[in-house]
């Protein structure tokens, strides 16, 4: 019996992306061939199943070794030696996540960094048959708490304790990057070299396609700017206000305060107009203003932006394009919450950075199987929480016998169509590969 029968979706979705095996590539194993049980292919595809299906602890995997279902999902029902489980134990996936940049005695598989943090990007190029006229590439950083005394520890003043600042890229519900940060440091500065990353790794397959970067005000930084616009990338960033800009929109202000007071309702104006710092930005650019009023309070904020004024009006700019990027705060508690990706618990940054990318990956993994599988069901705009909640955790029973393997499902299953058709969908997928 198992607890996780829709661990063969995942199977199937794994083996149409190559994820694993793509992800695998990435590593450089120096181990004995003649000691070695466990393929770096095979400790991959169970680590990423294990956090899709809510197992965020490796000492999950000393039990999950032994069930069957996750043993016919990486191709194991068995070990190759003598009092060998099918698949491999906490100690065992503990030595791959724990790697250094150089062989030793105990960790003997090295994980190339660099190719693991163009593997998102490539994965999610190869989703596409055709190049899209325009992207939106949406950057934000948030807090990973911090309980011990790992490597990189710094308190944050902003979120009031010990914490990383992992810095996520998504186009979409695409993750283009997930990197790993101190807090001391200011992720509008460092956003600047994984933007430029991926920005190029797209453009050497989409040469024409026009990209818009879009994050608060935390990435409005000149630096940021003028790259983007020395290499015709488009921002819209949010920008903090100070006493000049609130100057600036004085009377905007004014009147939209009147109005208010008139209707006693919120009311909101916008405004663009041309600007530059004092000594931070090296040009003019474009900023927009929204000055609203709400229950005698004032609300305004700024957005700077390369797009011109013919482009879009002031309000359809901040309403519409930017305060999209709220959505993108749903796809980070998916990561967090849902696949575990605070989970950075080991001493060295490197090791909790490789444990970022295994979350990550398995986030790849369901929004891929959600895509392929669930559109035009009831689970097609689900989280992965509850597609894994309602699709994925079924109890299963496993019947091996010399011919073939049943897996036997409930009937009362309430998902039993979703899942059918799913299963269906991927199949014709996997014979058309």
Same mark, same amino acid.
């Given at each position: 019996m198992s607890s996780d029968g829709g661990v063969i979706l995942v199977k199937q979705a794994d083996d149409i992306l190559g994820l694993s095996r793509r992800f695998a590539a990435c590593f450089r194993d120096k181990r004995h061939p003649g000691f070695v049980e466990y393929r770096v292919e095979d400790l991959v595809r169970q680590r990423i199943m294990g956090l899709a299906l809510g197992y965020e602890d490796l000492n999950d995997h000393d039990a999950l070794r032994h069930d069957l279902i996750?043993?016919?999902? =990486?191709?194991?029902? @068995? /070990?190759?030696?003598?009092?060998?489980?099918?698949?491999?134990?906490k100690s065992t996936l503990n030595r791959l996540e724990r790697s250094g940049q150089q062989a030793d005695r105990y960790c003997r598989i090295i994980a190339d960094h660099e190719a693991l943090a163009t593997l998102f990007v490539t994965l999610f190029l190869d989703q596409h048959e055709h190049a899209p006229a325009r992207i939106v590439l949406d950057v934000d950083a948030t807090d990973d708490r911090i309980h011990g005394h790992q490597e990189g520890r710094a308190f944050h003043g902003y979120y009031g304790h010990n914490c990383y600042l992992p810095l996520y890229v998504f186009c979409g519900d695409h993750l283009l990057s997930a990197t790993l940060r101190t807090a001391d440091r200011d992720p509008g500065k460092e956003a600047l070299a994984d933007i430029r990353r991926i920005v190029e790794q797209i453009r050497s397959r989409w040469p024409r396609v026009?990209?818009?970067?879009? /994050?608060? @005000?935390?990435?409005?930084?000149? =630096?940021?700017?003028?790259?983007?616009?020395?290499?015709?990338v488009d921002f819209l960033f949010g920008l903090a206000g100070n006493t000049r800009l609130y100057d600036r929109i004085a009377s905007l202000s004014a009147e939209v305060r009147d109005e208010a007071a008139t209707t006693g309702r919120a009311a909101r104006g916008f405004a663009s107009f041309d600007w530059i710092t004092k000594d931070s930005w090296t040009r003019r650019r474009r900023v927009v203003a929204k000055a609203e009023w709400r229950? /005698?309070?004032?609300?305004?904020?700024?957005?700077?932006?390369?797009?011109?004024?013919?482009? @879009?009006?002031?309000?359809?700019?901040?309403?519409?394009?930017?305060?999209?990027?709220?959505?993108?705060?749903? %796809?980070?508690?998916?990561?967090?919450m849902d696949l575990f990706s605070d989970r950075t618990s080991s001493h060295t940054i490197r090791a909790n950075q490789l444990r970022l990318w295994f979350s990550a990956a398995a986030y790849v993994l369901l929004t891929a199987l959600q895509r392929l599988a669930l559109g035009q069901t009831s689970l097609e705009t689900a989280t992965c929480?509850?597609? %894994?909640?309602?699709?994925?955790?079924?109890?299963?029973r496993v019947t091996l016998s010399v011919r073939r393997i049943v897996l036997s499902m409930p009937d009362m299953f309430p998902c039993q169509h979703e899942f059918a058709l799913a299963h269906a969908r991927l199949r014709r997928l996997r014979q058309a590969i």
């Open positions: 996750f043993g016919l999902a =990486s191709g194991r029902l @068995s /070990g190759g030696r003598a009092n060998c489980a099918a698949l491999a134990g026009r990209i818009l970067v879009r /994050g608060d @005000s935390g990435f409005a930084r000149d =630096s940021l700017m003028t790259w983007c616009e020395d290499n015709h229950h /005698g309070n004032r609300y305004h904020r700024f957005i700077v932006t390369t797009l011109p004024q013919g482009m @879009s009006d002031p309000r359809h700019l901040y309403e519409q394009i930017y305060c999209a990027r709220g959505d993108m705060e749903n %796809r980070i508690k998916e990561c967090q929480g509850t597609i %894994r909640a309602r699709l994925l955790k079924i109890a299963t």
